[in-house]
């Protein structure tokens, strides 16, 4: 699509649609919302975006093991270093694609708070942020430690 400057991160822009989903939005124009998003963040190339069709969301990864080695090749062939999925994407699904691509992950909610991260001015907004983003991870971190737990 674009590329800004060299040592910008190169991102992929992923809009899911469920099609079982009733409260569905129009896939082009919900995609074309979430490359504008993604260039409201500094440092960053959107080098592709697309629409992905999905009957129904696969509770450990999201995407169908195909589909997950089809972008995996086109994530690799791009030198993609973060995709951007337009959607809620739970902490296993996150992490479980992560390793999958060897990429990083952000979904809408996190791509969101970096946004407001980046333009927060006053102390109260980057306060507020902070508390957002805390809140936000912290469904994220469950289990995280558990290997400095005492044996039982």
Do not use: C
């Amino acid at each position: 699509m674009e590329t800004t400057a060299e040592n910008d991160t190169r991102a992929l822009v992923l809009h899911p649609d469920i099609t079982s989903d009733p409260d569905r939005r129009d896939a082009a124009y919900a995609l074309e919302e979430a490359v504008s998003l993604a260039h409201a963040l500094p440092g960053l190339a959107i080098v592709g975006a697309e629409t992905v069709r999905l009957a129904k969301p696969q509770p450990g990864k999201l995407f169908g093991k195909g589909k997950i080695e089809e972008l995996g090749a086109r994530i690799a062939a791009d030198e993609v270093g973060l995709v951007l999925i337009d959607g809620p994407v739970t902490p296993v699904q996150q992490r479980n694609l992560e390793r999958a691509w060897k990429t990083k992950l952000l979904d809408r909610t996190g791509l969101i708070l970096e946004i407001f991260s980046d333009r927060a001015a006053t102390r109260e907004g980057v306060l507020q942020v902070e508390m957002a983003a805390l809140s936000y991870q912290r469904t994220r971190l469950v289990r995280a430690w558990t290997h400095l737990e005492r044996q039982r």
